[in-house]
């Protein structure tokens, strides 16, 4: 089957059929994160280490717990204007107004060009419309500031696999699972992708 015709369900990202990736895609807008300075982003740094640590040990059931908390840190913003744009451009999200969506998204990275999450909502954007280039490059660029985010990795892994490269799709899954072990739909497709890239290998 080809990867438009799978689907999954996922909280915060994407799915693999190519309708549901734009809604879970869209989903990952509502995640936000911001560099904030100095002695709040030390707390928040240090916050995020153990949430991580504390993430790569869970069961499942702790997981969904902690998986909350981090989007919970990552989403805290620190700007009013930051704040504004990135409700804007969700809400045209939903609207289904992609190009108001680009526009507010942004305005957002140049107006906070270190905040993370602005390059993640708009490559969600990007996605949707499937500009699956610009979608990718917003993702690398999301995670140099903040490598951590599984979402946007596995967003990234999906993009490979869309373009017909599973080798790459496979690293960037299991690098997702590498951080957040029990992340369903990850898992889903590291199990889908492994026995072909394995296979081909041979």
């Known amino acids: 089957m080809d990867i438009r015709g799978r689907s999954a369900t996922l ?5 693999i059929a190519s309708t549901n ?11 936000v994160t911001f560099s904030i300075p100095s002695f709040a982003q030390t707390a928040d740094s240090k916050d995020e280490e153990l949430l991580l ?3 790569s040990q869970a ?3 702790q997981a969904m717990n902690i998986d909350r908390q981090l989007k919970a840190l990552w989403a805290q913003s620190g700007s009013a204007s930051a704040d ?3 409700e804007r451009g969700r809400e045209a999200l939903e609207d289904g107004d992609s190009l108001a969506a680009i526009q507010h998204l942004t305005a957002l990275t140049d107006h906070a060009p270190q905040f993370a999450e ?4 708009r490559a969600s954007v990007f996605f949707g419309i499937e500009r699956f280039g610009m979608a990718a490059a917003d993702l690398e660029y999301a995670l140099t500031l903040n490598p951590n985010n599984y979402e946007a990795i596995y967003g990234l892994g999906l993009i490979f696999e869309i373009v017909d490269r599973p080798d790459k799709a496979l690293d960037a899954y299991e690098r997702a699972l590498a951080i957040h072990p029990h992340h369903e739909e990850v898992t ?3 199990n889908r992708l492994k026995p072909r890239v394995e296979g081909s290998a041979l």
């Not at 990736?21 to 995640?31: D, F, P, S």
């Open 21 to 31: 990736l734009k809604g879970i895609v869209a989903a990952t807008a509502l995640l």
């Open 84 to 86: 504004l744009l990135l």
């Open 118 to 121: 602005a390059w993640h909502v």
């Open 53 to 55: 640590l504390q993430l």
């Open 188 to 190: 889903n497709a590291v």
């Open 59 to 61: 069961t499942p059931e």
């Open 11 to 15: 909280t915060v990202v994407m799915s």
